[in-house]
């Protein structure tokens, strides 16, 4: 294996050793993200309208049970029903990300769900984070932006999270009537994190016309989105300069679209392109081809692609990036062999106990950013005395729980990081006093922490 196929396999996917069928060269990784997305199609997540029919049950047994303070068995496994689909689908997203040949592919999704955040604020949500990535972010990972932000904002899952639902525009017949206001979280987000940028050239009063042109928005009885004219902001409103002044749901798409083609979107997209995948200190020359070609295409994404893996600048050597927790516990179980059919098959209570709690315990709370800015990705804010210290007593103590027999520590070395395996590294796996320990080791190392 070249220094480049390792590079590819860690920079831009989850690791060494590749699946079957895995793409080693810019070029390869490219053709084979603009094929079809097989992860999608071979391990589905529940799509959160299927629920609906519990939605319309709970409502019935909750009129029916109005005053009735005692327990309704029924009514408790509809709840039910709503945690163990996320919880299937949180499976199912490691065991994507750990099955999938198309790496760059599985690392892009996760990049656009973060820069998406979203959390889900009570149970009947419980799917809502999942339903975002499979309805608003797969489909479009290689077409347009414009495409994409308008299928995220208008996602009920980013409708609950930002509380639009309770933004009515002031002048409107509602507003009037029960004295309500706007609510300028998602148009702050919008503007702010998910197209133009923090510090791009907009004002207060862009986020209050956004606020106005979003007003309506809100979410069914069935947790659907929906228009409602008679919560919205009536009159022309002007964004940015230009004026909007056609009905509703028009006006909104407008709006999304001109948002996606600012310059200052591209800028912003490339720089938080560059960062997650290159090096937390950009280089300019990158960051502003990739600027380039998504402004000069009007935001197709698999030009943007396109050149961030052809730029040398994004092949340089050193591995300046920390894997986030996420990324060190999919690295870790391709490497150890751990299939995504094996997670599926692991209690969920195991599953929790060795995948998810100690992913929490180094830092990162599967699908809980602290805010809609996602997951911090400067290397020291993962790389921390207690994080690390996580990392090791995981790398020490549940590989061996999870595999029948662990492999020969120099050789794990030699396949889950090729080249990039140091010989102090593998002199220290040689000499380590157990397997076990001899595995922890590689598991813990710079090299297998850094990307």
């Not at 690791?15 to 094929?35: D, H, I, N, R, V």
């Not at 009537?177 to 706007?182: S, V, Y």
């Not at 407008?254 to 960062?275: E, F, N, S």
């Not at 995948?355 to 997951?375: D, I, Y």
Request: proline share 6%; with cysteine.
């Amino acid at each position: 294996m070249s220094k480049l196929s390792t590079l590819a396999a860690i920079r831009f996917g989850y690791g060494l050793p590749q699946p079957k069928g895995a793409p080693e060269s810019a070029e390869a990784m490219l053709a084979m993200l603009a094929g079809p997305d097989d992860a999608m199609g071979s391990l589905p997540i529940r799509k959160s309208a299927d629920l609906i029919p519990n939605l319309q049950e709970l409502r019935q047994i909750q009129q029916a049970d109005k005053k009735s303070t005692l327990k309704n068995p029924k009514r408790d496994a509809l709840l039910q029903d709503f945690s163990d689909a996320a919880q299937d689908a949180t499976v199912v997203t490691f065991a994507r990300a750990v099955d999938n040949a198309d790496g760059f592919r599985e690392r892009l999704i996760t990049f656009w769900a973060d820069h998406f955040s979203v959390t889900a604020k009570r149970q009947l949500e419980a799917l809502f984070p999942f339903s975002l990535v499979d309805e608003a972010i797969r489909p479009h990972l290689t077409g347009n932006f414009a495409d994409m932000l308008t299928a995220a904002t208008l996602h009920p899952a980013m409708l609950s999270y930002l509380d639009q639902s309770s933004s009515v525009g002031p002048n409107s017949h509602f507003g009037k009537n029960q004295n309500k206001g706007l609510n300028e979280n998602l148009a702050r987000e919008v503007i702010e994190l998910h197209s133009m940028g923090v510090g791009a050239n907009y004002s207060q009063t862009d986020v209050t016309e956004m606020a106005k042109i979003l007003a309506g928005l809100t979410m069914n009885a069935n947790l659907l989105m929906t228009f409602q004219p008679r919560r919205a902001e009536p009159g022309p409103r002007e964004l940015l300069g230009k004026t909007y002044d056609a009905a509703g749901m028009v006006n909104i798409r407008a709006a999304l679209r001109d948002l996606a083609l600012q310059p200052a979107t591209g800028q912003h997209l490339a720089r938080k392109l560059t960062v997650h995948f290159v090096s937390d200190t950009p280089d300019a020359d990158l960051v502003k081809a990739i600027a380039s070609a998504y402004n000069s295409s009007g935001g197709d994404l698999m030009a943007t692609y396109t050149v961030l893996l052809n730029h040398p600048a994004a092949w340089v050597e050193t591995t300046e990036k920390a894997r986030q927790p996420f990324d060190f516990m999919i690295a870790s179980l391709r490497a150890l062999g751990v299939t995504g059919e094996r997670l599926q098959q692991m209690p969920f209570k195991q599953f929790r106990g060795q995948v998810l709690g100690p992913m929490a315990g180094m830092g990162q709370q599967f699908k809980r950013p602290t805010g809609p800015n996602g997951f911090d990705e400067a290397a020291e804010e993962w790389i921390t005395p207690q994080g690390l210290a996580r990392r090791i007593t995981w790398a020490m103590r549940v590989p061996m729980r999870l595999v029948e027999l662990l492999p020969d520590p120099v050789a794990f070395a030699q396949s889950c990081l090729a080249d990039r395996a140091s010989e102090p590294l593998l002199w220290g796996a040689a000499r380590a006093e157990d397997i076990t320990q001899g595995v922890g080791l590689v598991l813990a190392s710079a090299e297998f922490n850094r990307r």
